[in-house]
C-alpha cells in the first residue's frame, strides 16, 4: 500500500490571487473563442489524414454488410472491442485512420511523449493481459505497443480495418442499418455502429493570419516529422543542429516536446500565450515487489482511491495510493483536515469547496516558486508562471521543461498581450512588429475537444431516420439515453464525455460505456431486434436524472484561463466533460447495473 507525505504549500493571499487569475484571463479571452481555431481540411488535409509513420497501401473499396462497426482503434475501441467479445459479438469490424491499433498513441509519437497520469490506472486490460506497466508514467510506445498487445492478445487485428477514416454514416431505414462511406470508397452497411473515436481524434491549428504563407517547414505534434528532425519518440532530433525552429503551444504536447527540441535545434523560440503548471515527473520504474504483493483487483481499487482523489474526497485512513501531482491538492486538505480532527465538516458541500480552494491556491503557488527555483532568469521565470486554478487546465508534469529555458538557445516569447501569435510570414513569425525568421514551426496547439461537433467528428453527413443530423440532434446540447444512445438514431453508440459519468482515469469510463454498450447489442441480437432506440421519453428521462443530479460549477469553469477545457471561455460552451451524471460514476455503474440486471430494456424500443 503507497501512501506519501503532504507537500509543504506556502500561505497566500487569496484574495489578491484571485484578482490576479482574473486579471490574466481578461487578458487572453478572445471574441472568436473556439472559431480562432482551423479545421485540418483543405489547405491543412495533410496534418490530420496523411501517416508519417507507415505508408497507406493502395486497396480495392470494400462492399460489406457487417454486424457491428466500431469507428476507432484507439484504447476506447480496443475495450469496445474486448467487451463486445466478452459478451459473445464476435461479428464487429473495427475502422481506423491509423495503420494500427493505439489511436492517439498511434498518431502522436513526438520526442518526449509520455503518459501524464498513472499507467497503473490509465492502460486497459492489464490483468486481462496479463502486464504491468514498466513505469509510473509510461513512455508513448509502450503505451502503443499495449494497444497493440490488446489488438494481439483477443486477436483483434483480424477484424480491423487500417487507413480507412469514415466520412458519413446514415441510417437506412428501408434495411435497418447504418451506411458507411469513407475515404477509401468502401460501401459498407452495419447494423450497429460503436462512436469510439476519442477526445482527441483530430488535430486543428491556430487561425494566426498569414500561416498558409510561411515558406518553411511546418508539422503539427500529433504527426510528428522525423524525417526532417531525425531521432524518435525518446530524443535524438540529429537533423536540426543547423535549424531555427518555432513551437507554437504551450499546453501537455508543446511541453513534452520542447526540451528535445531544444537540445537539437540551433536555437528554440517558444511562442507562449499561455503557460502550464508543470508538476514534479518523479518518475518510477515498477517495483517488482510492490507487484508480487497485489491481490486481484487491486487496479478496481487503485483507479477508485483516484476517482476520491480527483472526484470526491478520501476517506479517514485512506492511502493516496497515486502520490503524484494529480492528488496534491485532496492528500493535503486530507492531512489538515486529520489535523483538526475535522472529518465531519466535509459533510457540507460548500466548505469542502472552500478547503478545496484554499489548497488550490497553496499548490499553484508552490509550483510558482518552483519555476522561481529553477529558471536562472527572473523576467522569463516570472513569464513561466501560470495565474489560475488546478484544472483549469490540464496538469502537465516534467522535470526537464523548465531546465530548457536555461539554455542558451532557448528564447521563450510571451504571446499573451496579443492573445496569441500576431502574423505568420514567408519566413517566420511576427512579435511586437519584429519578424523572427525560423526554417520550421511547429504547431503544438492541440485537437478538436470542445470545438462544435461536426468539427469534433468531422462525419458529414452524420444522419439518423428521416435524415435527421446528430449535430441538430445535440445543437442545443446533449440528449441520450444513458449517455450512449439517442432517439432517432437507431442502433448508434456513443462513448466519451456525453451525459455519463466521470472519473479520473478515462480508460475506465471507457469500459463503464462499453459494458453497457457489449449488453445492449447482445440483447438487441437475443431477441431478434432489427433495431433498438430509445423513446423519446426516456431520454427525457436521462436528461431530466443529468440535471436533477447537476452540480453548478460554471463559476470555476468561467473564471477560468480560456482553453479547450471551459470551451476557451465562450459563455455558452460546451465543456469538456460534456454534461456529467454528477451523482458519481460508482453510482452510475450501479444505476446502470440495475437496469440491465432487470432484463427489461426499459426505455428503449426494439423492433423486429
Ligand atoms: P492544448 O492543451 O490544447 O494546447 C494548445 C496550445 O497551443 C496552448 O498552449 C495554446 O495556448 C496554444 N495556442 C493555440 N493558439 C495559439 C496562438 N494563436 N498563439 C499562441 N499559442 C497558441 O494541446 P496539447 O498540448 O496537444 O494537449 C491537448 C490534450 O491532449 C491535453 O490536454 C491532454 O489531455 C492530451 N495530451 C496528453 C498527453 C499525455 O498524457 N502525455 C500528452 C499530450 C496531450 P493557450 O493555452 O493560451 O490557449
Not at 437506412?172 to 470508397?185: A, C, L
Not at 496547439?445 to 435524415?467: M, N, V
Not at 449535430?471 to 450512449?484: A, E, N, Q, S, V
Amino acid at each position: 500500500m503507497q501512501n506519501c507525505a503532504p507537500t509543504q504549500t506556502p500561505d497566500v493571499d487569496k484574495r489578491a490571487l484571485r484578482e490576479k487569475y482574473l486579471l490574466e484571463r481578461d487578458k487572453r479571452i478572445r471574441p472568436d473563442g473556439q472559431q480562432q481555431y482551423l479545421e485540418a481540411d483543405n489547405d491543412f488535409a495533410q496534418f490530420y489524414e496523411g501517416d508519417p509513420h507507415m505508408p497507406v497501401e493502395p486497396r480495392e473499396p470494400i462492399t460489406a454488410d457487417i454486424e457491428v462497426v466500431i469507428l476507432g482503434g484507439g484504447f476506447c475501441g480496443l475495450i469496445a472491442a474486448q467487451r463486445l467479445q466478452q459478451a459473445g459479438v464476435t461479428d464487429f469490424r473495427m475502422i481506423e485512420l491509423g495503420g494500427d491499433f493505439g489511436g492517439v498513441w498511434y498518431w502522436n509519437r513526438y520526442p518526449g511523449i509520455q503518459i501524464d497520469s498513472d499507467s497503473y490506472c490509465y492502460l486497459p486490460l492489464l490483468e486481462e493481459t496479463g502486464y504491468m506497466p514498466k513505469e509510473k508514467f509510461s513512455h508513448g510506445d509502450e503505451c502503443f505497443e499495449h494497444a497493440q498487445r490488446i489488438g494481439k492478445h483477443f486477436g483483434l487485428y483480424d477484424n480491423a480495418i487500417f487507413h480507412t477514416l469514415i466520412q458519413s454514416l446514415q441510417w437506412d431505414e428501408d434495411i435497418n442499418r447504418w451506411q458507411i462511406r469513407t475515404n477509401r470508397g468502401d460501401e459498407i452497411r452495419a447494423r450497429f455502429v460503436v462512436m469510439a473515436q476519442g477526445p482527441y481524434n483530430r488535430p486543428k491549428l491556430p487561425g494566426i493570419p498569414g500561416i498558409t504563407e510561411f515558406k518553411g517547414h511546418t508539422f503539427h505534434t500529433a504527426r510528428w516529422d522525423f524525417d526532417y528532425t531525425g531521432g524518435d519518440l525518446h530524443g535524438g532530433l540529429d537533423k536540426i543542429s543547423d535549424k531555427r525552429i518555432a513551437v507554437i503551444g504551450t499546453g501537455s504536447s508543446g511541453i513534452q516536446a520542447i526540451p528535445h527540441l531544444a537540445k537539437g535545434a540551433k536555437h528554440l523560440t517558444v511562442f507562449q500565450r499561455t503557460p502550464s503548471y508543470i508538476f514534479e515527473r518523479a518518475n518510477s520504474t515498477t517495483d517488482p515487489e510492490w507487484v508480487k504483493s497485489l491481490e486481484p483487483g487491486w487496479r478496481a481499487a487503485r483507479q477508485r482511491n483516484f476517482h476520491n482523489a480527483a472526484f470526491s474526497f478520501y476517506s479517514p485512513g485512506e492511502p493516496d495510493l497515486i502520490c503524484d501531482g494529480w492528488t496534491e491538492v485532496a492528500r493535503n486538505m486530507a492531512a489538515k483536515i486529520e489535523e483538526r480532527g475535522a472529518w465531519a465538516e466535509l459533510a457540507d458541500p460548500a466548505r469542502f469547496m472552500e478547503l478545496k480552494e484554499d489548497e488550490d491556491y497553496r499548490a499553484m503557488e508552490r509550483l510558482r516558486q518552483r519555476v522561481e527555483a529553477v529558471v536562472e532568469d527572473p523576467e522569463t521565470a516570472e513569464t513561466l508562471k501560470a495565474y489560475y486554478r488546478n484544472m483549469c487546465k490540464r496538469p502537465v508534469f516534467n522535470d526537464d521543461y523548465l531546465p530548457t529555458f536555461n539554455r542558451d538557445n532557448v528564447t521563450l516569447v510571451d504571446v499573451s498581450e496579443t492573445k496569441g501569435v500576431e502574423r505568420i510570414t514567408e519566413k517566420g513569425i511576427i512579435v511586437g512588429g519584429v519578424e523572427h525568421e525560423f526554417d520550421c514551426i511547429v504547431f503544438a496547439s492541440g485537437f478538436e475537444i470542445t470545438t462544435a461537433l461536426d468539427r469534433q467528428f468531422d462525419i458529414k453527413p452524420f444522419a439518423g431516420r428521416e435524415g435527421t443530423s446528430l449535430y441538430d440532434h445535440w445543437g442545443k446540447g446533449f440528449r441520450t439515453l444513458h449517455g450512449i444512445m439517442a432517439h432517432g438514431f437507431p442502433n448508434h453508440f456513443a462513448t466519451g464525455f456525453i451525459q455519463g459519468g466521470v472519473t479520473a482515469s478515462t480508460t475506465l469510463m471507457f469500459e463503464q460505456q462499453a459494458d453497457h454498450i457489449a449488453y445492449i447489442i447482445k440483447a438487441a441480437q437475443e431477441r431478434g431486434a432489427t433495431f433498438v432506440e430509445p423513446t423519446s421519453e426516456a431520454e427525457e428521462g436521462w436528461i431530466s436524472t443529468i440535471r436533477e443530479n447537476t452540480v453548478d460549477n460554471s463559476t470555476f469553469v468561467s473564471e477560468c484561463t480560456p482553453g479547450y477545457y471551459n470551451s476557451e471561455g465562450e459563455p455558452n460552451g460546451r465543456s469538456f466533460l460534456g454534461e456529467p451524471f454528477w451523482g458519481g460514476f460508482y453510482e452510475l455503474s450501479d444505476l446502470l447495473q440495475a437496469w440491465r440486471d432487470t432484463g427489461e430494456l426499459e426505455g428503449l424500443v426494439l423492433d423486429k
